[in-house]
């Protein structure tokens, strides 16, 4: 099965296994959509995820993290689009709520959250936000 918007759908499965306080979601696996998946591990939004291989498909499991029965997530939202990309240079790239949530950018140099593009100087695709 073909998906027009694959990271659109990983955001989605993320976003409806949260709203059904699920403790974890598998996603079909991309080497793209694991480096996602480790940013936003690495500033503490999901626990874990663990790419595992059946009859030949490697899926990601995801393990989501919650707070006193609170998704940590509260908004997560696909940035840039197939149909309509966006793209920002590194001075100009958008704190998300004043600092406390994060923006996903995709650059030269891999996948990283947007202080560590602010931080290295360089800008790039804006694939999602989180808060």
């Given at each position: 099965?073909?998906?027009?918007?694959?990271?659109?759908?990983?955001?989605?499965?993320?976003?409806?296994?949260?709203?059904?306080?699920?403790?974890?979601?598998?996603?079909?696996?991309?080497?793209?959509?694991?480096?996602?998946?480790?940013?936003?591990?690495?500033?503490?939004?999901?626990?874990?995820?663990?790419?595992?291989?059946?009859?030949?498909?490697?899926?990601?499991?995801?393990?989501?993290?919650?707070?006193?029965?609170?998704?940590v997530i509260k908004e997560?939202?696909?940035?840039?689009?197939?149909?309509?990309?966006?793209?920002?240079?590194?001075?100009?790239?958008?704190k998300i709520q004043n600092?406390?949530?994060?923006?996903?950018?995709?650059?030269?140099?891999?996948?990283?959250?947007?202080?560590?593009?602010?931080?290295?100087?360089?800008?790039?695709?804006?694939?999602?936000r989180v808060f």
């Open positions: 099965m073909s998906f027009v918007d694959p990271i659109g759908d990983m955001i989605t499965r993320i976003r409806n296994a949260q709203l059904r306080a699920l403790s974890n979601v598998a996603i079909p696996s991309s080497k793209f959509r694991a480096k996602i998946l480790e940013v936003l591990k690495q500033e503490g939004y999901i626990a874990n995820y663990k790419v595992l291989s059946e009859n030949k498909k490697e899926t990601l499991h995801v393990d989501l993290k919650y707070s006193n029965g609170l998704p997560i939202k696909r940035i840039s689009k197939p149909g309509r990309r966006i793209y920002a240079k590194a001075g100009s790239i958008a600092g406390l949530g994060l923006a996903i950018v995709s650059t030269s140099m891999g996948i990283m959250s947007d202080n560590d593009a602010r931080t290295k100087n360089v800008g790039g695709e804006i694939i999602c």
